[in-house]
């Protein structure tokens, strides 16, 4: 079964890093990462893959150690995140559009 997503939820996605692209992007691996947050590395593995309980301190100190602005990275399940971001939940004369977005490099 496909699922459309509106235009508006997706190009807010589609400009979004999860946690994980977030943390990468910055030269950073798990255990800097989390030693960074204050947390062990386990529990920022699994924030990477669900982070829709985390606290809101937790958003802020991410979006500092990213160096990321308010709203660009993802706090939801990972798999929630590509499910929106692909093909087939975009509709077929969105695609170009989307396509430019995704081909841009974020900087930390």
Request: neutral net charge; contains cysteine; proline residues 2%.
């Amino acid at each position: 079964m496909v699922n459309i997503v509106d235009q508006e939820t997706m190009t807010e996605v589609m400009s979004m890093l999860t946690l994980e692209a977030a943390r990468v992007n910055c030269g950073l691996n798990l255990v800097d990462a989390a030693r960074l947050f204050g947390i062990h590395k386990d529990t920022l593995w699994r924030y990477e893959q669900d982070s829709t309980r985390v606290s809101r301190e937790f958003m802020i100190k991410a979006k500092e150690v990213y160096q990321q602005p308010q709203g660009r990275i993802f706090f939801g399940k990972k798999s929630e995140f590509f499910r929106i971001r692909s093909p087939e939940s975009i509709r077929r004369d969105d695609f170009n559009e989307f396509d430019s977005v995704t081909s841009k490099q974020f900087n930390c």
